[in-house]
T-cell receptor, first 115, second 116 residues
Framework: GAGVSQSPSNKVTEKGKDVELRCDPI?????LYWYRQSLGQGLEFLIY????????KSGLPSDRFSAERTGGSVSTLTIQRTQQEDSAVYLC?????????????FGPGTRLLVL | AQSVAQPEDQVNVAEGNPLTVKCTYS??????LFWYVQYPNRGLQFLLK??????LVKGSYGFEAEFNKSQTSFHLKKPSALVSDSALYFC??????????????FGPGTRLSVLP
């Protein structure tokens, strides 16, 4: 596609429920990244994929968070048993490769609110 | 480990005046440096990056940034600010790796307000 897309754009859920967030990267981009942006905060790195594998999961806040990527394209970020502190904007980015000089292109984000 | 600082939470400037948004970084090796802008309720948009070569980098929307290795800085500048430049600006650094690089490290962001 023309850019990185994410769905849903907004998600309201109840504490304790599971949620799935989806990211469609730019076609042909091999690297995919998930970040979290809390209100008024900077970006917090969550996880990075090169192809379908995740060499760096160091940013996942807890074992309630997981992510997968299939076919080297779409990725889903799953949050189990959501907590109110999970409320944030979840941003996905992709780049052609994962080399250091590559520009990351961001999607519009999914705004998650846990009640 | 690399880190990025944006010392100003907020920058206010009058329309037509020059603007500067400051960024300093810390890496153990050679840095790759990026600026992104985030407009309200939008994702991050890439503005410019420094990889190598000329220390003055020109980017989108008339922005430029100067890489200063001795001061470990990469300040974002624009000669004449527009009201439409009002947004949240993020500096990011990535360290040159022999292998494929990993995550970016983003600064906390600086909110720019351009007053008419």
């Amino acid at each position: 596609g023309a850019g990185v897309s994410q769905s849903p754009s907004n998600k309201v859920t109840e504490k304790g429920k599971d949620v799935e967030l989806r990211c469609d990267p730019i076609s042909g981009h091999t690297a995919l990244y998930w970040y979290r942006q809390s209100l008024g905060q900077g970006l917090e790195f969550l996880i990075y994929f090169q192809g379908n594998s995740a060499p760096d999961k160091s940013g996942l806040p807890s074992d309630r968070f997981s992510a997968e990527r299939t076919g080297g394209s779409v990725s889903t970020l799953t949050i189990q048993r959501t907590q109110q502190e999970d409320s944030a904007v979840y941003l996905c980015a992709s780049s052609l490769f994962s080399r250091s000089g590559e520009t990351q292109y961001f999607g519009p984000g999914t705004r998650l609110l846990v009640l | 480990a690399q880190s990025v600082a944006q010392p100003e939470d907020q920058v206010n400037v009058a329309e037509g005046n020059p603007l500067t948004v400051k960024c300093t970084y810390s890496v153990s090796g050679n840095p790759y440096l990026f600026w992104y802008v985030q407009y309200p309720n939008r994702g991050l948009q890439f503005l410019l990056k420094y990889i190598t070569g000329d220390n003055l980098v020109k980017g989108s929307y008339g922005f430029e940034a100067e890489f200063n290795k001795s001061q470990t800085s990469f300040h974002l500048k624009k000669p004449s600010a527009l009201v439409s430049d009002s947004a949240l600006y993020f500096c990011a650094v990535r360290e040159l790796q022999d292998n494929y690089g990993q995550n970016f490290v983003f600064g906390p962001g600086t909110r720019l307000s351009v007053l008419p």
